[in-house]
């Protein structure tokens, strides 16, 4: 089975503060994926990765960044967290886009930041 | 840009009984694909069923079934004998074809009462 990891399940960050978001798939899927889910708002997609070192913006984008120098791993960052962000941020990978199974996402466990 | 809409924020269903969850979607595409994902209360968001637009045959998952009604643009999900481990939340999701651009509905939460 895929199996995605999410480093922290729960985080509290201050305000201003940096914050590393770490996921980790274990078969060499090509592509992972950030969303970020919000009540009565659903799954918005924040930045997504279809190799290392590439990326490219989601739906909402603005005050994220990401980094993928190895294919297993996908990290978000908030550069400088806000109350806003705070959120359940899920992580998920599939294989590539024209693969066997390429369009079935497999998800991580989220992480809960609340930002103070 | 495609959207995925879900109109029933919340649903409950008597254990044993047959439930139906709607989705329409928007797109201009001909070729993609639609899905339906639950995510329990633990969170981890697992496949549920899925659907290939060309084909015009329903999938069918064990209790779970589709209603895909591709002029309509509509893929409603429905759970047969309900069981109390099917509470929870239900997102409807598009994908593309030719791409990763994945979209979700807001989501309905099932309640299953004994």
């Known amino acids: 089975d895929v199996k995605v990891t999410q480093s922290s399940r729960y985080l509290v960050k201050r305000t201003g503060e940096k914050v590393f978001l770490e996921c980790v798939q274990d078969m060499d899927h090509e592509n992972m994926f950030w969303y970020r889910q919000d009540p009565g708002l659903g799954l918005r997609l924040i930045y997504f990765?279809?190799?290392?070192?590439?990326?490219e913006k989601g739906d909402i984008p603005e005050g994220y960044s990401v980094s993928r120098e190895k294919k297993e791993r996908f990290s978000l960052i908030l550069e400088s967290a806000s109350t806003n962000q705070t959120s359940m941020y899920l992580c998920?990978?599939?294989?590539?886009?024209?693969?066997?199974?390429?369009?079935?996402?497999?998800f991580g466990a989220g992480s809960r930041l609340t930002v103070l | 840009a495609q959207t995925v809409t879900q109109s029933q924020p919340e649903m409950s269903v008597q254990e044993a009984e047959t439930v139906t969850l709607s989705c329409t979607y928007d797109t201009s595409e001909s070729d993609y694909y639609l899905f339906w994902y639950k995510q329990p209360p633990s969170r981890q968001m697992i496949l549920v069923i899925r659907q290939e637009a060309y084909k015009q045959q329903n999938a069918t998952e064990n209790r779970f079934s589709v209603n895909f009604q591709k002029a309509a643009k509509s893929f409603s999900l429905k759970i047969s004998d309900s069981q109390l481990g099917d509470a929870a939340m239900y997102f409807c999701?598009?994908?593309?074809?030719?791409?990763?651009?994945?979209?979700f509905g807001a989501g309905t939460r099932l309640t299953v009462k004994p």
């Open positions: 999701a598009y994908r593309p074809y030719n791409n990763n651009d994945m979209r």
């Open positions: 998920a990978s599939s294989p590539g886009l024209w693969a066997s199974g390429a369009n079935v996402l497999t």
């Open positions: 990765s279809y190799d290392v070192k590439m990326k």
